[in-house]
Each structure stands twice: as C-alpha cells, then as structure tokens.
C-alpha cells in the first residue's frame, strides 16, 4: 500500500484526502484530516488488531494512563483495509526523549491483566512470514529462507526465558517514537501492539536502539535510570534482541517492492546479521 492507494481508501471511506497530511507510512498509512488522526491497516488481517487497539485505548484512559484516545469506538474496513479514528492530540511542545518513556512504561508495567480484555502474547517474530511475503521477489530468496531459519531458532529461545520482571501488560513497540509530549506532558501513541508477555520486551527495544540505530548512550542511561533497571543485567537480553533483529529486518522487507531505499537496508541488515556483527549501524529509509 503507497500513499496513492492508502487516499483512495480516505476517499472510499468518506474523509477528505485532499485536506489530509500523511504522518506515517508503515505497517499502516496514518493521515491527519482535521481534528482526526486516520489510521488505514495494510490488509483485512489487521482488522481484530485493530479492534483490540481502539478496547486497549479505553481500558487505559480508566487505568489513568496517559494515552491516545479513539474518535470512533468501531473499526471500519474499507475495500479490504480496517480504518480508525483517533482524537488529535495538540502540537508536541518538543520531540520525545527516552526518558519521557520510562515514566509510561513503569505505569503500564504496574497494570493487572485487563478484565473482559484478552491481551495476545508479543508474538515478535508473527509477522516475519506475512512480511517476506509481501516483498516477494524483490528480495533474495536465499535472505528470506535465512530469515525464516531465525524465526525457527528464537521463537522457542524466547519461549523458554525466565524474565526478571513479572509478566503483564506491555507496550510491545517501546520507543520515544511512539511517545507525544504534549503540552500536559508525554503520552503513548501507536497502541496496537500492546501485549501481556515479559516486561523485558519494552526495555530490549531501546537497548538495540543504543546498539543498531544511533541512539545516544547517555539517553539511553537516562532512561534505565528513570525506569529504575537495565535490561542488559539480564541474561536473556541477547535472545530477546535477536528476535527483535529478526522482526526488523522482515518488517523492511515488505517494502522492498516499491521502495529501493528499503530494499538497500534490508539487504545492510541481513548481511550484518549473517557476519554476526551486532554494531553495525541500522539506518530509516
């Protein structure tokens, strides 16, 4: 899905794509169109994810936890794409900073299991095979049967770990990214991801932050100092990171048919994961 095909989608659900500024471009197209934000899923299969995303968005706002909150309760799916709705929040005062995350991550982590709301486990590495299928021969078939062989090695690596911290409700996708500081301070975006599963999946992200993309060492120590641990003290870090590294390199994958960018970066990644170089710097595309 471009940007052309994620408007017709605008237009065929009766939102003005012409007025609409295009925010994201990922595993959904996120469109700001008045005082909305407009979310457009890559396929019908994201639908229940979708669903689940608007229920979490409430639960949180009885939880009290600063977060998103939806302008529709249902999701829609136009022309085979789930569509939500979401309140726009007002204009960030400045550009988030893992230490305004930690405060957010310790309020989710201190949740119960949602009563009436089953939460899935972070299947990390569930979306590997639906990605390398949708970059189909733009990519290496010999990259993606070795990505495939990852996703075999860690999925039960990752099952057997004993965490640290007690399983509950996370994020699952816990970067400064996915935080808006508002002018009544830092709040969780991006909800459809959220999971009941290990705790040290939302550290390890910004741990391989520090290592693959760049992230200043000393925002990342003041982010462990703000959520009060550092998830590299635990000896499971290196299998939860590579299946994070797994993930990443097939979430870019998909978009390798239309995107020569992603295709160069796909192929940085594969290739330093198959060197076994763990500095090798990751970059956007």
Same mark, same amino acid.
């Given at each position: 899905?471009?940007?052309?095909?994620?408007?017709?989608? =605008? $237009?065929?659900?009766?939102?003005? %794509? &012409? !007025? +609409? /500024?295009? *925010?994201?471009?990922?595993?959904?197209?996120?469109?700001? #169109?008045?005082?909305?934000?407009?979310?457009?899923?890559?396929?019908?299969?994201?639908?229940?994810?979708?669903?689940?995303?608007?229920?979490?968005?409430?639960?949180?706002?009885?939880?009290?936890?600063?977060?998103?909150?939806?302008?529709?309760?249902?999701?829609?799916?136009?022309?085979?794409?789930?569509?939500?709705?979401?309140?726009?929040?007002?204009?960030?005062?400045?550009?988030?900073?893992?230490?305004?995350?930690?405060?957010?991550?310790?309020?989710?982590?201190?949740?119960?299991?949602?009563?009436?709301?089953?939460?899935?486990?972070?299947?990390?590495?569930?979306?590997?095979?639906?990605?390398?299928? =949708? $970059?189909?021969?733009?990519?290496? %078939? &010999? !990259? +993606? /049967?070795? *990505?495939?062989?990852?996703?075999?090695?860690?999925?039960? #690596?990752?099952?057997?770990?004993?965490?640290?911290?007690?399983?509950?409700?996370?994020?699952?996708?816990?970067?400064?990214?996915?935080?808006?500081?508002?002018?009544?301070?830092?709040?969780?975006?991006?909800?459809?991801?959220?999971?009941?599963?290990?705790?040290?999946?939302?550290?390890?992200?910004?741990?391989?932050?520090?290592?693959?993309?760049?992230?200043?060492?000393?925002?990342?120590?003041?982010?462990?100092?703000?959520?009060?641990?550092?998830?590299?003290?635990?000896?499971?870090?290196?299998?939860?990171?590579?299946?994070?590294?797994?993930?990443?390199?097939?979430?870019?994958?998909?978009?390798?048919?239309?995107?020569?960018?992603?295709?160069?970066?796909?192929?940085?990644?594969?290739?330093?994961?198959?060197?076994?170089?763990?500095?090798?710097?990751?970059?956007?595309?």
């Amino acid at each position: 899905m471009d940007e052309a095909r994620a408007r017709e989608i =605008l $237009a065929a659900a009766g939102l003005p %794509p &012409a !007025d +609409a /500024a295009l *925010l994201a471009l990922g595993e959904n197209a996120v469109f700001a #169109a008045g005082d909305v934000v407009v979310k457009i899923g890559r396929d019908a299969e994201l639908l229940d994810r979708a669903e689940r995303e608007l229920a979490l968005a409430g639960w949180l706002a009885e939880a009290g936890v600063p977060a998103v909150r939806p302008a529709e309760p249902k999701a829609l799916l136009v022309d085979g794409h789930p569509v939500t709705l979401w309140r726009r929040l007002p204009e960030a005062v400045r550009p988030a900073e893992p230490r305004d995350l930690a405060p957010l991550l310790r309020q989710v982590h201190a949740l119960p299991e949602p009563e009436g709301l089953a939460l899935p486990r972070r299947d990390l590495l569930g979306g590997v095979e639906r990605w390398l299928r =949708l $970059a189909g021969e733009a990519i290496d %078939p &010999a !990259d +993606a /049967a070795y *990505l495939r062989e990852r996703r075999d090695s860690f999925a039960p #690596a990752a099952a057997a770990l004993t965490p640290r911290l007690t399983p509950g409700p996370i994020h699952g996708d816990a970067l400064p990214r996915n935080v808006h500081v508002g002018p009544d301070g830092p709040v969780l975006v991006d909800l459809e991801t959220f999971s009941s599963d290990l705790r040290e999946h939302d550290l390890v992200v910004l741990a391989l932050s520090r290592d693959r993309y760049g992230l200043d060492p000393a925002a990342y120590d003041a982010f462990t100092e703000a959520y009060g641990w550092d998830v590299r003290e635990w000896e499971g870090c290196a299998v939860l990171r590579g299946a994070r590294e797994t993930a990443s390199c097939a979430w870019v994958a998909q978009h390798a048919p239309t995107n020569a960018k992603a295709l160069a970066e796909f192929e940085r990644r594969v290739a330093s994961l198959r060197d076994g170089d763990p500095e090798v710097r990751w970059y956007p595309f």
